[in-house]
């Protein structure tokens, strides 16, 4: 028999009859001859209230009771899933992340998975029971501490414990149906993959898409585990991420697609720091202190300096939410670096196109950039990778640059098949 | 500097307003130089919200799920009052029954504290912080399974926390200002105790007041713990359980009270087998029976068998949620012990007089009696102890009963000042 590790998140679990449906489904994989191991996050909105509650007592809760409160979310709903499964006549053992063994480093609120010993699960499956695993948790090596593991832990907690057992699989049920070329409600048009590579999930996932969360499909990737995405709302097959764009088995075939999807982020600010002396240490000036302030810098484009002045601009993205400290760290360093002026912009948008084929296609980029300048997007700044392209643009046009990337590419279905494209939750 | 360990109850912790005042007492506590361990229940009503949601799953949800479930409730608490603390400026650390050392054995919803090893709390303690801890709440010694310790479980853990810390006392904070010579919303004109000894507090607590569970009397007794039961509402002292009815310097003292208190208790039923066979074994069959059956019995009275028939009549008092069993396990026995019939009876309450006094003063049944009788109170069952008698009435005598006997042992005080009297929850 086979271990089929799955995953559901809180809007799988945000009521008492979605975890009686959620047990139906648990029950199936079993009774198909698989042992079983779930991991689930915290019921539809929970952390959220205990979030409001830790508001309400304390403006800056210490982290390490923070992890100790947000962990009761799943221990919850974990216990729950495991009711409502018994009442279907099979036996299921609950485990907080501590007890599976889900050993992380101390950093509480955003913790790192150092190893994961699942001796108490393994018990349990030899025992024959099914077992669920409270998601986004475990206890810190050095401190035994409970800790969480911050965004799309529950995702990361599903792929270890897959990857610790060994797993056949690793599903993780979601509100979509799986990974598509684009966000249907944005590309009606947009295709459902049946499989895609690690390299071109990190991409997509780095770059928008939020049905995966980066982390997870990089755990997945170093372990070699098979994740499919699927709705728990429907039995369709969603989409298996598997496999590497470096397969020689790949490489030879015919079939695997030039471009995987198209994906596009709202959520990043750009900030130009406008005329900084072209001298040597200026641009690591500005990006130390940026650094230093824990701030996440995505793209980054340096003019050719006006041989007049000898001036450049310099502009990177970076999150919405990094902007205000990014501004007064930039602010700081105005007399030592002795730039111009700093100018701020939120209303821009990132398209992504993704495919590991444009290694071997050329002329991939002048497509992308006529397929936009077609649609009247213009590019702001431009940045890329081996199997990726993005482009910055006015926030009012992404969603025209989605499409005509999208419709250039012949990714458009010949049906429409889509469903709402959501967001993951944790 | 001394140890102090406190417990707050469900209704000292409703929101976030009462888990700052809550949080305030604590650091007081602190400053004025103790060290400070806290058992804190559930928020609120906060269990009763996670028994629905384990209802709506399923209608006979598994032990080990419901303790799993249930025990979410004390780490919201112990975290929110950690944070609350913090914010106040110093430094507190929550931990879980399991954390705590907290060793039960393995009867889940219902577990007995077996040892408490409180290495981490006394490093925390060392540390200089606050120690809170989830109460109600364990881990299995043989299996490593989280446990609840059932309905006055957070009053036990801080009993069982102040003797592994050898503790100078442990502090029962709730919402009545102490242990009353009766309940006040009866007796307007009741005091409140300043002391009462282990003993008196047991068959208080066992004859109806609610203000502490038996068991955590019990374990402070073996331990000899005082306990200081007093209000999280008002900084008035409370009531003082210490030292033992057989202390001789006690003995001597011409201060201690011959009657410590009137208890009351409006949960039982009485159920009278009618037309028993008086031989041996018959009264055997049936308690064995009610036994097997899991039924708590309290009063038992058998009759004198009328010579003419040699048939006699056997009433036992058991709590009402236990009435239906019963009766149930005794029909199917009619036909074996060849009784003639049952009746059953709810509407009766049960008054009972403590006090270590009873002891070396004679007549104080007489008093009693003829108090009931002067009142017009019928009496139906007598139970007596060393240290109580217990009378079964009907239940519409209940409030003037109380009210008799406490004036009739000079137990009313001179000025009212009473507070609402309720239940401590768990």
Same mark, same amino acid.
């Given at each position: 028999?086979?271990?089929?590790?799955?995953?559901?998140?809180?809007?799988?679990?945000? #009521?008492?009859?979605?975890?009686?449906?959620?047990?139906?489904?648990?029950?199936?994989?079993?009774?198909?001859?698989? #042992?079983?191991?779930?991991?689930?996050?915290?019921?539809?909105?929970?952390? @959220?209230?205990?979030?409001?509650?830790?508001?309400?007592?304390?403006?800056?809760?210490?982290?390490?009771?923070?992890?100790?409160?947000?962990?009761?979310g799943e221990r919850i709903s974990m216990a729950l899933v495991a009711m409502a499964i018994s009442d279907l006549g099979f036996t299921a053992r609950s485990f907080t992340g501590s007890q599976a063994g889900v050993i992380t480093d101390s950093v509480h609120g955003k913790a790192k998975i150092?190893?994961?010993?699942?001796?108490?699960?393994?018990?349990?499956?030899?025992?024959?029971?099914?077992?669920?695993?409270? =998601?986004?948790?475990?206890?810190?090596?050095?401190?035994?501490?409970?800790?969480?593991?911050?965004?799309?832990? !529950?995702?990361?907690?599903?792929?270890?414990?897959?990857?610790?057992?060994?797993?056949?699989?690793?599903?993780?049920?979601?509100?979509? #149906?799986?990974?598509? !070329?684009?966000?249907?409600?944005?590309?009606?048009?947009? /295709?459902?993959?049946?499989?895609?590579?690690?390299?071109?999930?990190?991409?997509?996932?780095?770059?928008?898409?939020?049905?995966?969360?980066? /982390?997870?499909?990089?755990?997945?990737?170093?372990?070699?585990?098979?994740?499919?995405?699927? *709705?728990?709302?429907?039995?369709?097959?969603?989409? !298996?991420?598997?496999? $590497?764009?470096?397969?020689?088995?790949?490489? =030879?075939?015919?079939?695997?697609?030039?471009?995987?999807?198209?994906? +596009? &982020?709202?959520?990043?600010?750009?900030?130009t720091v406008v005329g900084v002396p072209d001298k040597v240490g200026e641009a690591a000036a500005i990006f130390t202190a940026l650094a230093d302030a824990q701030i996440n810098i995505d793209m980054i484009v340096q003019n050719v300096s006006a041989a007049a002045t000898n001036l450049t @601009?310099?502009?990177?993205?970076?999150? +919405?939410?990094?902007?205000?400290?990014?501004?007064? !760290?930039?602010?700081?360093?105005?007399?030592?670096?002795?730039?111009? $002026?700093?100018?701020?912009?939120?209303?821009?948008?990132?398209?992504?196109?993704?495919?590991?084929?444009?290694?071997? +296609?050329?002329?991939?980029?002048?497509?992308?950039?006529?397929?936009?300048?077609?649609?009247?997007?213009?590019?702001?700044?431009?940045?890329? *990778?081996?199997?990726?392209?993005?482009?910055?643009?006015?926030?009012?046009?992404?969603?025209?640059?989605?499409?005509?990337?999208?419709?250039?590419? &012949?990714?458009?279905? #010949?049906?429409?098949?889509?469903?709402?494209?959501?967001?993951?939750? /944790?």
């Amino acid at each position: 028999m086979g271990i089929v590790v799955q995953k559901y998140g809180g809007s799988s679990l945000s #009521d008492a009859d979605a975890i009686k449906r959620v047990a139906r489904r648990i029950t199936e994989a079993k009774k198909a001859g698989n #042992d079983v191991v779930v991991a689930v996050s915290a019921m539809g909105d929970s952390t @959220d209230e205990l979030l409001d509650l830790a508001a309400q007592v304390s403006p800056l809760p210490p982290a390490r009771e923070l992890d100790m409160l947000l962990t009761a979310g799943e221990r919850i709903s974990m216990a729950l899933v495991a009711m409502a499964i018994s009442d279907l006549g099979f036996t299921a053992r609950s485990f907080t992340g501590s007890q599976a063994g889900v050993i992380t480093d101390s950093v509480h609120g955003k913790a790192k998975i150092i190893d994961v010993t699942p001796g108490r699960i393994r018990g349990a499956i030899d025992e024959g029971h099914i077992v669920i695993v409270a =998601g986004f948790q475990g206890v810190s090596q050095a401190t035994k501490e409970i800790t969480t593991l911050g965004r799309g832990g !529950t995702d990361t907690t599903a792929v270890a414990l897959a990857a610790a057992l060994e797993a056949d699989v690793c599903e993780i049920y979601t509100d979509v #149906d799986g990974v598509f !070329t684009a966000d249907p409600r944005i590309v009606p048009s947009a /295709r459902k993959l049946d499989t895609v590579t690690y390299e071109e999930m990190l991409e997509l996932a780095a770059s928008g898409a939020k049905v995966l969360h980066l /982390r997870s499909v990089e755990y997945a990737r170093r372990h070699n585990i098979p994740i499919h995405v699927r *709705s728990s709302f429907s039995t369709l097959e969603g989409t !298996t991420v598997t496999g $590497s764009i470096n397969d020689p088995a790949r490489e =030879g075939s015919m079939e695997a697609p030039i471009i995987a999807g198209v994906a +596009h &982020d709202r959520s990043e600010a750009k900030i130009t720091v406008v005329g900084v002396p072209d001298k040597v240490g200026e641009a690591a000036a500005i990006f130390t202190a940026l650094a230093d302030a824990q701030i996440n810098i995505d793209m980054i484009v340096q003019n050719v300096s006006a041989a007049a002045t000898n001036l450049t @601009d310099i502009s990177f993205t970076l999150p +919405h939410s990094d902007g205000q400290t990014a501004m007064t !760290t930039l602010h700081g360093l105005k007399n030592k670096v002795g730039f111009e $002026s700093l100018l701020y912009d939120e209303k821009i948008g990132k398209i992504s196109l993704i495919g590991a084929g444009m290694r071997s +296609h050329p002329g991939i980029s002048a497509k992308f950039f006529t397929a936009m300048a077609e649609a009247g997007v213009n590019i702001g700044m431009i940045s890329t *990778s081996e199997i990726r392209i993005s482009v910055i643009v006015e926030e009012d046009d992404v969603d025209a640059a989605v499409q005509a990337a999208h419709t250039a590419f &012949d990714l458009d279905a #010949d049906e429409v098949e889509a469903v709402v494209y959501g967001g993951t939750g /944790r």
